[in-house]
Nanobody, 121 residues
Framework: HVQLVESGGGSVQPGGSLRLSCAAS????????MAWFRQAPGKEREAVAT????????????HYADPVKGRFTIPPGNATNTVSLQMDSLKPEDTAMYYC???????????WGQGTQVTVS
């Protein structure tokens, strides 16, 4: 049973930075996609960053949604059981609950963390 635990949320002023982490356990895939989603009150959940991690640690591919491109980064060198999200130049519109999710086929995200709140004001 895959379990995901996020940490690192909090409150920050506009222009500030936060780093989120997601610790995964219990999966047996040789490769995995992990993603960060966010959901603000009254809005639909959206994916902000995705990383594909193959068995080889140097085979990683990332994708970022347009609203966060150039500001959010999944640092390289993530192990298959820990993924971080570095968020810089934060804006008030980044305020949301952030969720870590995992998928064995990179299509259906079946595993979710409990979420961590990010507030920018």
């Amino acid at each position: 049973h895959v379990q995901l635990v996020e940490s690192g949320g909090g409150s920050v002023q506009p222009g500030g930075s936060l780093r989120l982490s997601c610790a995964a356990s219990g999966y047996t895939y040789s490769s995995i996609c992990m993603a960060w989603f966010r959901q603000a009150p009254g809005k639909e959940r959206e994916a902000v960053a995705t990383i594909y991690i193959a068995f080889r640690p140097d085979d990683q591919r990332t994708h970022y949604a347009d609203p966060v491109k150039g500001r959010f980064t999944i640092p390289p060198g993530n192990a298959t059981n820990t993924v971080s999200l570095q968020m810089d130049s934060l804006k008030p519109e980044d305020t949301a609950m952030y969720y870590c999710a995992a998928s064995g086929n990179c299509l259906n995200y079946n595993y979710w963390g409990q979420g961590t709140q990010v507030t920018v004001s």
